[in-house]
């Protein structure tokens, strides 16, 4: 059955640095979406993205945060300079077209350790 | 934001028996309305969804019900089993096509055998 695909499972890094998270959605999915979960807390909507754009995104979301599409398959989140309360599981998800409805498949997620 | 809650933090049932799982929403935009299902160290996975125009929908195990006067929806699982114990959560949507998931805070089943 296809899947979404979050390398890495898990990441450790430095509050300043850079770190990328990357997803490979399913294969004939158009709609793209990372969400974040910061322990004890909701799952958060951080970026749709479609058709090589940006379609929304949330307050959380600011110049720190930028998406990809680098090539057909992937999908990426950068985070420029990471901040401790970047600590969180991210999802990577994606969905087809309209007839499929919103229903968004997620990848098994990143877990973010910023220290 | 609290737009979609689940009240419920945890819920315990006995093997067998029906899992009733609530949720409550406060935007009237909202159209669409899914229940994931998630284990640790595992993203969400889809359960089952139903659409505004409808107050029902079933798929083997799960039903879905919606009420949307009172803003309000279920899941039913019947019968309950041990590899169901897992945190639900229920999220919603509005109409535009790539739109975004708002997510209530999860209840923690355990079915215990």
């Known amino acids: 059955e296809p899947e979404v695909t979050q390398t890495p499972s898990h990441q450790v890094t430095q509050m300043g640095q850079e770190v990328i998270l990357r997803c490979v959605p399913i294969?004939?999915?158009?709609?793209f979406y990372w969400y974040r979960q910061i322990l004890g807390q909701k799952v958060e909507f951080l970026v749709s993205f479609y058709n090589n754009e940006i379609s929304e995104k949330s307050e959380i979301f600011d110049d720190q945060f930028s998406v990809e599409r680098p090539d057909g398959s992937n999908f990426t989140l950068k985070i420029r300079s990471t901040k401790l309360e970047d600590s969180a599981m991210y999802f990577c998800?994606?969905?087809?077209?309209?007839?499929?409805?919103?229903?968004?498949?997620f990848g098994a997620g990143t877990r973010l350790s910023v220290l | 934001d609290q737009q979609v809650k689940q009240n419920s933090p945890s819920l315990s049932v006995q093997e067998g028996r029906i899992s009733i799982l609530n949720c409550d929403y406060t935007n009237s935009m909202f159209d669409y309305f899914l229940w994931y299902k998630k284990y640790p160290a595992e993203g969400p996975t889809f359960l089952i969804s139903i659409s505004s125009i409808k107050d029902k929908n079933e798929d083997g195990r799960f039903t879905v019900f919606l009420n949307k006067s009172a803003k309000h929806l279920s899941l039913h699982i019947v019968p309950s089993q041990p590899g169901d114990s897992a945190v639900y959560f229920c999220a919603a949507s509005g109409k535009a096509a790539g739109n975004k998931l708002t997510f209530g805070g999860g209840t923690r089943v355990l079915v215990k055998p």
């Open positions: 294969s004939n999915h158009l709609y």
């Open positions: 998800a994606s969905k087809e077209g309209l007839a499929a409805r919103n229903i968004q498949y």
